[in-house]
């Protein structure tokens, strides 16, 4: 199987570089006879795109996603969904400073060592951008979801040393503002719930369901860091607090409490699936940084243009569709 | 794909019940010609099977692996190599205790539910004694591994509140004998070093590095989180402090700083491999316990008998397993 | 995945050298709380040990299958199933004569040469005898396919130049004799039926139903060709009489004819299907042979001992456990 | 893995309906480095699209094939290669007399009740249309396969009833144009030869030479046999006349005959690899024909317009390209 490919049963093989001809990807396994929702899939890259405001990061893209192959009179036909969505043109030029750098803890020396070549415009491959694909893929995950009733949320629970488990929109901008001021950026915890999976969602041994949705978060760039439940909050736990008993309710087995995080011996127990992401600082600041260029020759990279600060909001909606694939890979097995 | 499959290029398969005929596994893709330190294999299953001492639980098992495919006087054949650990004899009447209830925090409720089946027997296929396979097959990896001159280390850095890079086996019993004293159990933090990992290892963008290791971490039971370099601390931190700048040492192009945990954009950048596994407390305590029984009446719940208080260190041998199986599956391909 | 793995969603993976320690395999994704015929299985065995009488080979093997894995007081799990035949013991002096000999048209030489080392005792892994653990998984696969009402069937069509559609066991048995006292061994032809298929099974584009009962036969020692429905003949046809009308039989829709195999485009179009193996001579002949040794010096060959002089009768079982495993891997798809 | 895409390490996922917007496909595993030729794959395409004259369909297709991703300034970047050809329009009425009707051995019926639902237009998905993307991917095989000096051919060895091992182009055609004067179709046989194929290639149990040739060949619309070496009629003859003996030709281990073609055990042997594989007559044919239509009921089908009479001489690039598939995927494992 390639490594560009997500899941077993809903499939998301992902190609593009960030200034290639196009991005897209190919959706094997998605069922038969559904109506897509088009809109709320621009609306989910809208989210992307745009964060919620003007700390994010300036690229005009306007994202149009191109439906290649599977939909047929805007029902699926159970063959493979392809899309695209061309990137706007950049001058070559406007990337020649770091065609011959490697840029501190970005991945233009593994790349290149790995692959002997690679697409310097703006990261190629392992731009963010390319992430893209997991929107629109995730976003048709999300529309299979709902109806089994499940639903995703996420949540920007910290944001470099701010904790918080309701933080506006204004209280995020602010802080990236200030970030911004000092011309640095910051990192960020995701938090991530998912209401009404049923119980049995996951495999045992190797598939089990924080193992798929592990693997899905750490595909996503700058994570660096994954738990669910009370993760490694429990490490510092008593069994007899961390515990969830079971009790009837109404005839129905639930837990009492939820430090499982809605999972057991891989498998959802029908309570809340609730997990957290940890992002690293965008490497990108607009400070001088020390590096080496691809001759070995230590020298000083300096960025111009507009950049992120931090990894959110943007990646919320990226979070929400790995979780949507991960959790309909394992639903529909 | 199998999901008691772990692996694509070495591929491990395992089978096996707590108290079923045997447990065990089938590897393939092992390369040919190798000859098997028959005696590396049974340290390593040794330390899983006695942690350190006396706080560990005391099932009298001695695992013998018998080898039934695969190897020809001493050398892989290059085909499947299977192996089996036949389980002792328990008497049924041994479980009848929790054959019709569902203990908290243990996942006979889940494999209930999802199989309509289950043998309750020492939590079936959910025991920890399912992951022995892993520490076999490990344990080959690792001999493999060291061809490459990749050596892999764990150690316990937090137990419960208590934090240490470098506790001693006396420390971590002394530990764990007041928890047992409290009747209870406890979590831990595992941290790996893994040496010598040639740039390279890890494909974008599904089967990254930190992507496959996750995958294999959250297949050890108790394991809540992962986090790789500098983890969830990096959302605490600025891109200034956690950016890791390359430099030219010798004619090498190094990192002057390991943040990143040996890896930049999925791919191993040849610094060293780190990260950190939390693991909840073993939700199995000596006290009575509030529980459903499997006709969803509320009973009490409680344990005879002697149980690890905590999954440490028994669990360091498979956390390093695992990891070797992730790595040479990434390294062969 | 491994390449001893056959199927995705019922999962056969297989291990053993004909002389080594065991043979047998681990299914995963057998579903839960079946109830196992074991009498089907060991009479299924029992028809590839012994085909139908005295040509077929004499080697005393009691086959008896020790299940490890996967069942519970006769049921199911949904755990891997993994079971086991030990080999009879054999003296490695046995097998001297071939140690350093490439038999003609056996594989030898290209295990040797693929792995470096090879297991030469009966053939090791290259053994028909590898072939018994797709006749227990391949039994199992049978047992839930009828509850389907899936039934399949095989007939030897075919032994050298005689051809009937129905051969009696005495006339199969009086062609082989006359060829063994040639000291010779011969070809032969196995037609397969299997009925009450679905509409709907088989999944373009690479797994079409044709594709996957392919690599199935082609799995098997000794097959040389596969077509379905008229295959070879149909390019000797015109489409005016090899396509098959649709009609309107009592208010379902059915074909006229069945030119096509039960198959359309990839997918069974309930229909009876049914397709020709063909079965080259065994290698091992009763004369004097010329080949070369390991150091690549020519040698005669004179072999010793009862060998079979044709793969059928015995292959019918492992036939139609193959077309069992695939039927059943995609009908559960 | 989805069902779309072949190969584990050198792997195609192909999309697209006929009259959809786009087919194309994703190559993932493709070396980097690599310098395509893309003269060589536009003129593999013309050999698909226009058999060698008159007698081919007469769609007008530019084919223009458009590479979106993973090659920069000419070379592989070892990111996946996704590549898109347009579809000219078609006026979605052109397709109004088959809407509604099942035609004879196409593939609508199937598709229809599998997925309820399906694209009409000139076959959907089902069009060998939808091989077009193989025959790229193939070209990019069958290029990395020349520098190991791996050449594939193939023939057309019989059309309808006649045999030829060396037919000229003005030959076939006049039996194709024959055949067109009778408003008929006709089947063939293809025979494909792999030379330098080196000893080693094939993966014993599963993934033999021959499995994942058949495998290749049966995803090619209207292949109904497959047979490699004497296939067939290797069930006609004597163990005595069938084996290949070995021979030691100026030191290097070779075999006097190649009945065996080129594969023993699963294993290539180094001998020229060859195998036939049949297509049955093109279902559609310029007679009317007996059907039913999408309610029940019993109608007469004609077609109008220009249709292909045979799959040969237009299927040959595609053989091929299945071939160089095939090999390339086990011979980079």
Redesign the interface.
Same mark, same amino acid.
């Given at each position: 199987?390639?490594?560009?490919?997500?899941g077993?049963h809903f499939?998301l093989?992902?190609?593009?570089?960030s200034h290639?001809?196009?991005?897209?990807g190919?959706i094997?396994?998605c069922p038969?006879?559904l109506t897509i929702d088009f809109d709320m899939i621009d609306e989910e890259l809208r989210r992307r795109r745009t964060g919620t405001n003007s700390a994010m990061s300036q690229r005009k893209e306007s994202d149009k996603v191109?439906?290649?192959?599977?939909?047929?009179e805007g029902?699926?036909?159970?063959?493979?969904?392809?899309f695209?969505v061309r990137n706007e043109d950049a001058r070559p030029s406007d990337y020649d400073d770091i065609k011959d750098i490697?840029r501190?803890?970005?991945?233009d020396?593994?790349?290149q060592?790995?692959?002997?070549?690679?697409?310097h415009r703006g990261g190629?491959?392992?731009s963010a951008r390319?992430l893209l694909p997991c929107v629109v893929a995730g976003s048709i995950a999300k529309q299979i979801l709902s109806s089994y009733n499940i639903s995703i949320s996420s949540y920007v629970t910290?944001?470099?040393?701010a904790r918080s488990e309701a933080f506006s929109a204004e209280e995020i901008m602010s802080i990236l503002d200030d970030?911004k001021k000092?011309k640095?950026?910051?990192?960020?915890?995701v938090r991530v719930e998912v209401d009404n999976v049923p119980?049995?969602v /996951?495999?045992?041994?190797?598939?089990?369901l924080? %193992?798929?949705l592990? !693997?899905a978060?750490? *595909?996503i760039?700058a994570?660096?860091?994954?738990?669910?439940?009370?993760?490694?909050r429990?490490?510092?736990?008593?069994?007899?607090e961390?515990?969830?008993?079971?009790?009837?309710s109404d /005839?129905v087995?639930r837990?009492?409490s939820n430090? %499982?995080?809605g999972i !057991?011996?891989?498998? *959802?127990?029908?309570e809340k699936v609730w997990f957290?992401v940890?992002?690293?600082?965008?490497?990108?600041?607009m400070?001088p940084?020390?590096?080496?260029d691809v001759k070995?020759?230590?020298v000083v990279y300096d960025v111009e243009g507009r950049h992120d600060?931090c990894a959110v909001p943007r990646a919320l909606p990226v979070v929400e569709s790995m979780t949507a694939m991960a959790i309909l890979d394992l639903l529909i097995h």
């Open positions: 199987m390639g490594a560009n490919t997500f077993i499939c093989t992902t190609f593009g570089e290639g001809e196009a991005i897209g190919v094997d396994g038969s006879g191109i439906f290649l192959s599977g939909i047929f029902k699926t036909l159970g063959t493979p969904i392809a695209m490697y501190p803890s970005h991945s020396f593994t790349y060592q790995k692959y002997g070549i690679r697409d190629g491959r392992s390319a910290q944001i470099g040393e970030v000092e640095d950026s910051v990192g960020a915890v119980v049995g /996951g495999e045992p041994y190797f598939r089990k924080q %193992s798929v592990a !693997q978060m750490f *595909s760039n994570v660096k860091g994954f738990e669910y439940g009370e993760g490694f429990a490490a510092s736990m008593r069994g007899s961390c515990n969830d008993v079971f009790v009837n /005839g087995i837990t009492a430090h %499982s995080g !057991q011996g891989g498998i *959802s127990n029908g957290n940890a992002f690293k600082p965008i490497p990108t600041i400070r940084q020390q590096t080496v070995g020759d230590e600060v």
